[in-house]
């Protein structure tokens, strides 16, 4: 008889990897249900220990096979990398027991009392031992909102219970301090201080939530999978470089179809909109991209964002809120709505002015070639910037391409990561992996030593979501050895870059744009957070940072794409070898700040847009699109399209961990470009600012503030002015 593979934690597979060539998808339901009845065991046992409640018998304990974890990470990673039909059924049958099963954890009253008895343990003034926890300090990572808050949080060697005395707790290192403060504020965060009504309301929210933000974003992906534009009339192709003309050959080839077929994913859609000469198919494509999910449609978000927003807002007030912006910034950074709105309008006033003037000499460009009453579009905006670009510095993206094959840009970054760090990736072919696109790595510490397992993903595909991402099918932690409970192990993560470059064609490999190797660093850098973590519980692990620090480490990596040093590691003509031509690289730096003005005040409309959201005292009732334009209006730069509309596909803020966050692109940025100033101060291939950005940050995860973190790394808090400075905006 066939064995589920989740039902055994030993999978048998090099570093104990997902066994993805024996998983089908009748084995998840049955383990995600085990694996609920499993953790409810667990916490039974906590509660029911006759003992006083300790940090290590209540907060610090874990389970010896957390299986809800194992099969939830493989489930819903896969939902996002390669779902189809049956598993997106599956995933809105089970995403409600899970949130219900959340929803019992945090509502046990008997659980949050034991929590509730640690936390005050170290927060009584008279019983508080030197090194345990300042309650004026607030220091609150978000809680998974896939998983409970609280259960499995890492592995520790507990004390005898009766060598316990919890009048006199012993003192906490930082990181058992944040611990104590997550799960603590994870309770309360959640709802397990309010009165029954309160908690079955929260009850009925969390359900809906989990559905419809689930829906939301299956919406977008098959919203996105139904259009294609179906060129039969070589003619039409006008304009367009030879790999997007290849590219879409090959899609029309793959579906048994004429021609050329476009569509919607970025390596598809990008290419299209900014060089077809084809005025009209331009904005068809426009078009149907920014109309997806808009009422009316097949696929329509509309009434899910309103539901959203307002499920939001009811939730951030049983919370004792005043909005839901307030509630995710108590654990941000940014701390207050006030201070994201400062930040986005010193950029707004700083970077608005160049903006103008880009957009201007965008237009006298289109005026130039098409003459005075040429009306500029959005749908000309990359076509005639494209063309400008190319006039001022002879470089487009096409002519880098030939540079940039995407084998030898993974050994450039893979390289990167060794000057730096001394580590090395070999591919383990013995790993499993889930789509014949994948391939795994074993990554090597400078001593030779397991690192860590790296996933790597590149190809979009109809069962993939948009975008680029870094993900994890496996957290670090240190703790006993399964095999000797005496011996302690850092038992090392399992990461995965998932991203959608452009295809290799059938005469061509894949070659990428300057922008697509920007995106692999920037994932790269996620990654790096991953890999490099450091931490004994792995709640605290990795990336569990806050989300306005989270985009450090990867916007750091995206500075390298245009230093010359690292260029000359990788970049070579795929065809003769030939290095990049010195002057084509001084191209790329001399145009490196290209409408970078507009770049930023389009990122801060993004912010203005989901802030708009989320600071409103009142539940939502207007109409998304009108809501929308006069949200943002003060950062618009082009003419707005009636019938379009961001909102319904702006998965950041309404389907993922962006709501009242968006604005953590450009935090990051001012971190990161203080950041890299250190880097260029000593050489961008430091090893010792390398090992100190690792010390101080990649490996500690969220065991301590990241501003503790980063005035440790940098010596002083970040200002705004190294940004500036880099954009030539100052």
Same mark, same amino acid.
């Given at each position: ?123 009584? %003034? #008279?019983?508080? @031992?030197?090194? +345990?926890?300042?309650?004026? &300090?607030? *220091?609150?990572? $978000? ?123 970025? %390596? #598809?859609?990008? @290419?299209?909109? +900014?060089?077809?000469?084809? &005025?009209? *198919?331009?904005? $068809? ?446």
């Amino acid at each position: 008889m066939r064995e589920n593979p989740f039902f055994n934690k030993n999978y048998h597979t090099p570093h104990n990897t997902a066994p993805f060539d024996r998983i089908l998808l009748e084995d998840y339901e049955p383990a995600i249900l085990e694996g609920i009845r499993q953790d409810d065991a667990f916490i039974q046992r906590i509660i029911d220990n006759p003992e006083p409640p300790t940090f290590d018998n209540t907060i610090a304990i874990t389970t010896p096979d957390d299986m809800l974890e194992r099969v939830t990470k493989v489930f819903f990673n896969l939902l996002s990398a390669e779902t189809n039909d049956e598993m997106d059924e599956l995933a809105q049958k089970m995403s409600p027991i899970l949130t219900e099963h959340a929803n019992n954890i945090i509502f046990n009253k008997r659980y949050f009392e034991r929590v509730k008895a640690v936390w005050d343990q170290y927060h009584q %003034p #008279s019983a508080r @031992p030197n090194g +345990t926890l300042d309650p004026s &300090r607030t *220091l609150n990572p $978000q809680p998974s909102t896939l998983n409970p808050p609280l259960g499995p949080t890492g592995r520790l060697t507990l004390q005898e219970p009766s060598a316990l005395n919890p009048t006199s707790p012993r003192p906490l290192t930082p990181e058992e301090q944040m611990l104590l403060e997550k799960a603590y504020d994870g309770f309360i965060r959640a709802g397990a201080a309010l009165d029954e009504a309160g908690q079955t309301r929260l009850r009925e929210i969390n359900n809906q939530m989990s559905l419809l933000t689930l829906q939301f974003s299956q919406n977008r992906l098959k919203a996105t999978n139904a259009y294609q534009l179906h060129i039969t009339d070589e003619a039409d192709l006008s304009g367009l470089p030879d790999s997007a003309r290849e590219a879409a050959a090959l899609a029309a080839k793959e579906q048994g179809k004429e021609g050329w077929l476009f569509t919607l994913q970025a %390596p #598809s859609y990008g @290419p299209f909109i +900014t060089y077809a000469d084809n &005025r009209e *198919l331009r904005r $068809q494509m426009y078009m149907a991209k920014n109309t997806i999910c808009v009422q009316g449609t097949p696929f329509d978000n509309e009434t899910l964002v309103t539901q959203i927003v307002n499920l939001r807002q009811e939730r951030a007030k049983l919370l004792g809120y005043k909005t839901f912006a307030d509630y995710v910034l108590k654990e941000r950074m940014a701390e207050t709505a006030d201070n994201v709105y400062h930040l986005l309008d010193q950029l707004l006033d700083a970077y608005m002015p160049t903006a103008h003037k880009e957009v201007q000499e965008i237009e006298d460009m289109a005026h130039r070639l098409e003459g005075e009453n040429f009306e500029l579009q959005p749908w000309d905006f990359s076509y005639y910037g494209h063309k400008l670009k190319k006039e001022r510095y002879d470089i487009d993206a096409e002519m880098l391409r030939p540079y940039l094959q995407l084998a030898r840009v993974k050994e450039g970054v893979f390289g990167l990561a060794t000057r730096l760090y001394g580590i090395t990736f070999r591919e383990n072919k013995d790993i499993p992996v889930y789509h014949p696109d994948v391939q795994a790595y074993d990554v090597l510490d400078q001593d030779g030593s397991f690192l860590a397992v790296l996933y790597t993903d590149f190809y979009p595909r109809k069962g993939k979501q948009a975008g680029a991402w870094m993900t994890s099918f496996k957290e670090q932690w240190i703790g006993p050895s399964d095999e000797d409970p005496k011996r302690m192990e850092n038992s090392r993560p399992h990461v995965s870059l998932v991203m959608n470059f452009t295809k290799p064609t059938e005469t061509k490999p894949a070659l990428l744009t300057l922008g697509e190797v920007e995106t692999f660093l920037h994932e790269f850098g996620h990654a790096l957070h991953g890999i490099f973590a450091n931490t004994r519980f792995a709640s605290l692990s990795g990336t569990s940072v806050y989300w306005d620090f989270v985009e450090l480490p990867s916007q750091l990596m995206e500075n390298f794409a245009v230093e010359p040093d690292f260029l000359n590691t990788f970049a070579a003509h795929y065809e003769t070898g030939e290095p990049i031509p010195a002057d084509l690289i001084q191209r790329i730096i001399d145009s490196r700040n290209f409408q970078v003005a507009y770049a930023c005040i389009r990122q801060v409309s993004f912010g203005l847009l989901d802030m708009a959201y989320y600071t409103l005292t009142e539940p939502f009732s207007a109409d998304v699109k009108a809501f929308e334009s006069k949200a943002w209006e003060r950062a618009q730069l082009l003419k707005e399209i009636p019938g379009t509309c961001m909102t319904v596909q702006f998965g950041h803020i309404m389907s993922g961990g962006y709501a009242a966050g968006y604005y953590s692109y450009k935090w990051a940025e001012v971190l990161d470009a203080d950041a890299f100033a250190v880097f260029k101060e000593h050489g961008i291939f430091d090893r010792e600012t390398a090992q100190r950005f690792r010390d101080c940050i990649l490996s500690r995860g969220g065991t301590e503030h990241p501003m503790t973190l980063y005035k440790r790394f940098r010596g002083s808090e970040p200002t705004i002015d190294a940004l500036l400075k880099r954009n030539g905006i100052k």
